[in-house]
């Protein structure tokens, strides 16, 4: 069994940084392609940020040039950092990785991270 382990969230100023991690953990054989998802309060849910495996990246047009996606394959962990901030920013964060496991192949979620963005 795989499991998705996120961090990071929390309340930050306008203008502000913060940095999130997903960290995959299990009998992972492979990570695919890694992403952050962000749902604001009645919103859908929306792609932010995706990266392949070898390392590719594309951005939402909001957060182009604002947040950058990054990943530690040694460590199986995706990171999301955050940077010049808007109060539009402020949803729940999820990640999704596509995972190999002993049991093929699946798609997973993280249980979801805060951002706040407010002063």
């Known amino acids: 069994q795989v499991q998705l382990v996120e961090s990071g969230g929390g309340l930050v100023q306008p203008g502000g940084s913060l940095r999130l991690a997903c960290a995959a953990s299990?009998?992972?054989?492979?990570?695919?392609?890694m992403a952050w998802y962000r749902q604001a309060p009645g919103k859908e849910r929306e792609a932010v940020a995706r990266i392949t495996s070898g390392g590719k990246t594309n951005y939402a047009d909001s957060v182009e040039g604002r947040f950058a996606i990054s990943r530690d394959n040694a460590k199986n962990t995706l990171y999301l950092q955050l940077t010049n901030v808007e109060p539009e920013d402020t949803a729940v964060y999820y990640c999704?990785?596509?995972?190999?496991?002993?049991?093929?192949?699946?798609?997973?979620w993280g249980q979801g991270t805060q951002v706040t963005v407010s002063s």
């Open positions: 299990g009998l992972i054989v492979g990570i695919r392609a």
């Open positions: 999704n990785v596509e995972i190999l496991s002993v049991l093929g192949g699946e798609s997973l």
